[in-house]
């Protein structure tokens, strides 16, 4: 993990998103907390992540989710090179969406 972020704010922040509940919370947590452009490019980076594990082509990505090449690569290599946080939480999605 990149130490430039483990601050005791950041890990603040990541308590305050654990203790959410359900979508609604989450909506008026991310709501307050980002502007809606910031959330939007969060989700957009989720999207292109899910579709690069499907092994979607970049030009496809860009078309659907509006991603610039740039971004796509750029989650790509946090994808292949990073500390697996995309591949731990769509193992859990898998497992959720299973169960309902």
Not at 71 to 89: A, E
């Amino acid at each position: 993990m990149n130490k430039k972020i483990m601050t005791k704010d950041v890990e603040n922040l990541f308590k305050a998103v654990l203790c959410l509940k359900d979508i609604k919370e989450c909506y008026a947590f991310f709501e307050d907390i980002c502007t809606i452009n910031e959330l939007l490019s969060l989700s957009q980076r989720f999207e292109v992540a899910r579709m690069l594990r499907e092994k979607k082509t970049y030009l496809e990505i860009a078309q659907k989710t509006g991603a610039s090449t740039a971004t796509i690569s750029r989650v790509n290599r946090s994808l292949n090179y990073g500390n697996d946080g995309y591949d731990l939480v769509f193992g859990r999605l898998t497992d959720v969406n299973k169960n309902e």
